[in-house]
């Protein structure tokens, strides 16, 4: 499946966001909350829990034991914080022939539930959307969509199957912090999300750290596509990848940092006729293959950004790998470590 500009927008690129001006979720506590026997470790809060979200708040009443996702992130955390879904979407795009990616693969394999056997989630297709048919058949308590694009239509939809937790604010704009923060909160494991976080903002840091010549880099990432007429896209400081390349050292170029003021959007198109006007000392792009770096370089107008110029410039061809880092989650991060800090630190060391 091509990367498509519609697939790019369900990971960020061109979602449109709104100022809808909604608190980051919270959760309060009530009575003593429930057990959990289906997964190795059980919830430690007080139910009822209410968790707070862009369409309301939404109140978990005891314990969830049958957990169905929406979108990216939110089965790798739940996975993560030791909660096998009982439904999760297919990865469609970046994924291998099962479906998933090896960083759930591994999580899966190691909660003894790997795919294809008794104890894995059900994995339902999302090409057309929300999969609300196949969800409903998993009976789920409880629905899980921190990080996704969610309408109010969905979302209203859905919770008559059952609750569900929205995004916070802007659609594909949650960050894996806070995704896992809410999602803790909903399976009554807010110490585990908040471990959890911290364990992997360590993982990443002492990753980050072998590679010094990326921090306090200037960089711009993007979408370049040189045979296709949209050319240039721009992510801005709301998507989930400079959020990852920020928190580990480098800082958004000003060109982008003055463009997006007054924008409520993840990305700016940028007119590839000014493409020598986006300067950064880094520039990095997903690719669709490994044909259009060269094309890139070659091209007579995305040619002349100055990165690209300079040779610092990382043209991400492995979907798996723009996957793990555009849909950060505490377990595609640490699986994307090894492949992409080398990346970078080689374009980094061309300044």
């Known amino acids: 499946m ?9 990971l960020g690129l061109t979602a449109s966001l709104g100022a809808l001006g909604v608190a980051l979720a919270g959760c309060s506590t009530g009575e003593v909350g429930g057990t959990d026997s289906q997964n190795t470790q059980a919830a430690s809060d007080k139910f009822p829990v209410t968790v707070k979200h862009i369409y309301g708040e939404t109140v978990i009443k005891e314990a969830p034991q049958r957990v169905a996702t929406v979108s990216w992130v939110n089965d790798d955390i739940a996975i993560a914080l030791g909660v096998i879904p009982v439904g999760m979407p297919k990865n469609e795009w970046g994924g291998n022939d099962q479906g998933s990616v090896p960083w759930k693969d591994a999580a899966l394999e190691k909660a003894g539930a790997a795919i294809g056997t008794d104890k894995a989630p059900v994995q339902y297709s999302e090409a057309d959307g929300v999969n609300f048919t196949e969800i409903a058949k998993t009976t789920p308590d409880l629905i899980l969509a921190a990080y996704s694009g969610l309408t109010q239509e969905d979302y209203d939809k859905l919770s008559k199957i059952a609750p569900v937790i929205a995004f916070p604010e802007a659609p594909y704009g949650t960050s894996w912090q806070d995704s896992t ?8 494991r807010s110490q585990a999300a908040k471990d ?3 364990a992997t903002e360590k993982t990443v840091a002492e990753q980050a750290a072998k590679y010094p010549s990326i921090k306090g880099k200037t960089f711009i ?5 040189p045979a296709k007429s949209d050319g240039v896209n721009v992510y801005l400081s709301g998507d989930n990848r400079p959020k990852f390349l920020t928190g580990i050292g480098m800082k958004l170029a000003p060109v982008v940092v003055e463009a997006e003021k007054g924008t409520d959007g993840f990305f700016i198109p940028w007119s590839a006729e000014k493409a020598n006007e986006l300067d950064s000392q880094v520039f990095i792009s997903w690719v669709p293959d490994n044909k259009t ?40 991060l640490p699986w994307a470590l090894d492949a992409f800090l080398p990346q970078l630190a080689a374009a980094a060391d061309k300044v």
Not at 181 to 188: D, E, N, P, V, Y
């Open 221 to 225: 990432y993007g979408n370049l596509e």
């Open 293 to 332: 770096k060269e094309a890139i370089t070659k091209d007579p107008l995305l040619g002349q950004i100055p990165a690209v110029k300079s040779g610092a410039f990382v043209a991400d061809s492995d979907n798996t790998l723009t996957l793990a880092i555009s849909a950060s989650s505490p377990l595609s």
């Open 2 to 10: 091509e990367f498509s500009r519609r697939q790019g927008l369900k």
């Open 181 to 188: 923060t809410m999602i803790g909160a909903a399976l009554g």
């Open 196 to 198: 959890l976080i911290a």
